[in-house]
């Protein structure tokens, strides 16, 4: 499997922005996918995780700005970003498992074993 995210750029801040993962080799299915961030000089976060049949959850920074969502015919999935902030600044990643765990550690990055290789999203204030 691999991902290929893309759509990251410079914002200012309170513009949108949408970043795409397309995947080859299998469709996500309903497998789960999910974004992470990884913010300057910080770990990497958790952003928003989705598994078809199971449910979405959103990570505090996401909640309420931030919208998951796949096109099983394109084969990608997208990250629609509102209201951008500085704070959002990151490499924001795409990930996506062959195995379908419990939803209840769909926040855990270890779960996932498959990454793209991230895109880099700058928010001016």
């Known amino acids: 499997v691999q991902l290929q995210a893309s759509g990251g750029g410079l914002v200012q801040a309170g513009n949108p922005l949408r970043l795409s993962c397309a995947a080859s080799g299998r469709s996500f299915g309903d497998y789960p996918v999910a974004w992470f961030r990884q913010p300057p000089g910080k770990g990497r976060e958790f952003v928003v995780g989705?598994?078809?049949?199971?449910?979405?959850r959103y990570g505090d920074p996401a909640r309420g700005r931030f919208t998951i969502s796949k096109d099983n015919a394109k084969n990608t999935v997208y990250l629609q970003m509102n209201n951008l902030k500085p704070e959002d600044t990151a490499v924001y990643y795409c990930?996506?498992?062959?195995?379908?765990?419990?939803?209840?550690?769909?926040?855990?990055?270890?779960?996932?074993?498959?990454w793209g290789q991230g895109t880099l999203v700058t928010v001016s204030s």
């Open positions: 989705m598994r078809t049949g199971a449910g979405t």
């Open positions: 990930a996506t498992s062959t195995l379908k765990f419990p939803f209840n550690l769909i926040e855990q990055s270890t779960q996932y074993e498959y």
